[in-house]
């Protein structure tokens, strides 16, 4: 297996001692290629926000890395060596636009013999997780499951997991698995009787599974606390503790909305008691509410997000999923999605992680690229992004931007660079190799791939995914939208043009893509940042804002109000950084790549016009 000696190595250096205390962090990283003064420090939770340490509003934008972590053929880690991480991570940034990262690890890999954390697993992983610092990412790990474990599904078996481990599932003398007539992996949940039985054994802590598992969640932790060093684990945001938890079953006069009070929120609780142990005292949970409780199918949907939780406050993030389960089905929702599709749903969120007091995520989204109903992904996956950028539909964001809501933070599903090129033996089955899409369940979603000559490249469109985005805000964000004219085919999605009430802005944005941000200055001196995608190339974005109006950003310094850097990694990819002086007031930026050398007039009548339309909205 790749890495293996590398691996065995390190389990001789930790077998003489604790692996929960050993182990020195390596030597303080220098800061990152491309940092400002600005940039690496840690983020936290405050007002129902991300915030870092200038005190500025943060998004994190990006990807799950990876579901080649539900596989075996590189066991158990997203990538099969630390160079295809740093290959990933340099692409993620500078292709994908991302500044954040879902990473996923196992449970089985991590303790695959009861009562005893492999070491070298959790060496390689830390490594993997490493080239995404590097890179300027933000990280937070998640221990995933799906259908609770490989290990309840026999080798002929037409599905398979992830998760538990061998020695878990052999407690339980499960009943041989069977979905009966399932036509998505997905029904396995609430349909596979070995399934739910597992299920509701773990939130029991039959055999005493849920120990275990929170043992070696501490372990873990405190492996990776100890062997990134300060700089590094500043980047490391928070850890999600279980990936769309269900109950399984419920006890007699239980219900979803009982179940999450009486015995999910007291996991998370007991988890939270561990990172504490861990040294991650600094950093939030995100913590995932029963899986159903924001389905769009009313037959699927259950009552919950964690409602008897109380205020979760800055120690816990609210952490959902979404997917378009109608338009996955190729029944109940016909046709592609259009403008405002997900408003409601995003809403949703954003209002169940208000009523919380914290901050909210959506850790995975997006939607199949293969199977009969791909041809819906370009609309869905836009939708949801708009969503993610605001709460309103483009058709009423000019008309009531006040309403706009905060942007969302959110990790598509997913980054998977062997997409298509798999070789995966479907539960141990050597007749039963998976090579093609995601290598499991017949999934496909990684948005990218490696060509013929190993180079990543991406299978969706990069207007799509590669967004203007609000990296930061220094105060508080008002109203955010983005127009990124992604294409479905041939066809380019316009659902957000500039009104024709503001000639000389459509003008000057004209068939181009353009963002917008308005927010209220706070007291830092950290600027205000925005990610350019690749498709803005600095000589040709123009900016138009009260902090001034420019075509081609000159260089950043203290004293530039606009201003464009390279972002922290040294991966090649851009920001607009915006600097007021001041605390409190109202400021508005445009940025839009439609304008090819704008006249001073033009770009004066634009800045006349926006500024008039955010005093009489704001």
Same mark, same amino acid.
């Given at each position: ?21 050993? %182990?020195? !962090? ?6 990152? !290629?491309? *940092? ?267 009552? $919950? ?48 992680? *208000? ?37 309103? !539909?483009? *058709? ?39 090579? *093609? ?33 609000? %990296? ?80 081609? !950003? ?15 990694? $040294? ?22 790549? $439609? ?24």
């Amino acid at each position: 297996m790749p890495n293996i000696r590398t691996r065995l190595l390190v389990v001789l250096v930790v077998l003489f001692g604790s692996l929960a205390v050993t %182990g020195a !962090p390596s030597a303080t990283a220098a800061t990152l !290629p491309d *940092s400002l003064w600005f940039d690496e420090s840690p983020l936290t939770v405050q007002n129902g926000r991300f915030v870092d340490g200038n005190g500025r509003e943060v998004v994190l934008r990006g990807y799950n890395v990876s579901g080649e972590t539900k596989l075996e053929e590189n066991s158990g880690l997203p990538f099969a060596s630390v160079a295809d991480a740093r290959k990933s991570a340099t692409a993620l940034r500078a292709l994908g636009g991302g500044n954040s990262v879902r990473f996923l690890l196992s449970w089985a890999h991590a303790e695959p013999t009861r009562g005893t954390v492999d070491a070298a697993y959790l060496a390689a992983a830390t490594d993997q997780m490493r080239a995404f610092l590097d890179a300027g990412i933000r990280v937070y790990p998640d221990f995933h499951q799906d259908l609770y474990s490989r290990y309840l599904f026999n080798s002929g078996s037409w599905y398979t997991g992830d998760g538990a481990p061998k020695w878990a599932v052999a407690l339980g003398s499960y009943p041989q698995e069977s979905c009966g007539i399932c036509l998505f992996w997905g029904q396995n949940i609430t349909q596979n009787q070995a399934v739910t039985k597992a299920q509701y054994d773990f939130w029991h802590n039959a055999y005493g599974l849920q120990d275990s598992f929170l043992d070696t969640a501490q372990k873990t932790m405190a492996y990776v606390q100890q062997h990134l060093s300060g700089a590094e684990f500043a980047g490391v945001v928070g850890f999600d503790p279980y990936n769309e938890p269900y109950a399984g079953s419920y006890d007699s006069g239980q219900t979803s909305r009982t179940w999450e009070r009486d015995l999910l929120w007291p996991f998370y609780q007991k988890f939270r008691a561990r990172m504490d142990a861990a040294g991650w005292q600094d950093k939030p949970a995100f913590v995932e509410p029963n899986l159903f409780w924001n389905s769009n199918i009313d037959s699927q949907k259950q009552e $919950g997000g964690l409602l008897d939780a109380g205020t979760l406050g800055s120690r816990y993030v609210f952490n959902t999923h979404f997917y378009d389960q109608k338009a996955i089905s190729g029944i109940l929702m016909w046709g592609n999605a259009s403008d405002g599709q997900y408003a409601s749903d995003f809403g949703t969120v954003r209002d169940r992680a *208000s009523a919380a007091g914290t901050a909210a995520v959506v850790s995975e989204f997006g939607h199949p690229l293969s199977g009969s109903t791909a041809g819906k992904s370009p609309s869905v996956d836009k939708a949801m992004y708009q969503a993610l950028d605001s709460r309103l !539909p483009g *058709s009423r964001w000019w008309s009531s931007p006040s309403a706009s809501g905060p942007v969302l933070s959110g990790d598509q599903w997913q980054w998977d660079i062997y997409n298509g090129r798999h070789h995966e033996l479907m539960n141990g089955n050597p007749d039963k190799v998976q090579t *093609s899409g995601d290598g499991w369940n017949d999934e496909d979603l990684s948005v990218v791939k490696l060509d013929d000559a190993g180079a990543v490249t991406l299978r969706q469109d990069a207007r799509l995914l590669d967004r203007v985005y609000p %990296g930061a805000t220094a105060g508080a964000t008002l109203a955010f939208t983005y127009e990124d004219r992604s294409r479905d085919g041939s066809t380019t999605l316009t659902w957000n043009p500039v009104p024709g009430s503001l000639p000389n802005t459509a003008q000057l944005v004209g068939s181009g893509q353009y963002g917008l941000l308005v927010w209220r200055s706070g007291s830092g001196s950290a600027p205000t940042e925005l990610h350019l995608p690749a498709s803005f190339p600095t000589a040709g974005t123009t900016v138009v804002s009260d902090l001034g109006t420019v075509y081609g !950003p000159p260089a950043y310094t203290a004293s530039t109000p606009v201003a464009a850097a390279p972002e922290p990694g $040294g991966t090649g990819s851009r920001r607009l950084l915006l600097t007021d002086s001041d605390s409190g007031v109202l400021h508005y930026a445009l940025v839009t790549n $439609g304008a090819t050398a704008p006249s001073a007039t033009l770009l004066a009548a634009a800045k006349s016009e926006l500024a008039s339309w955010a005093a009489a909205h704001f």
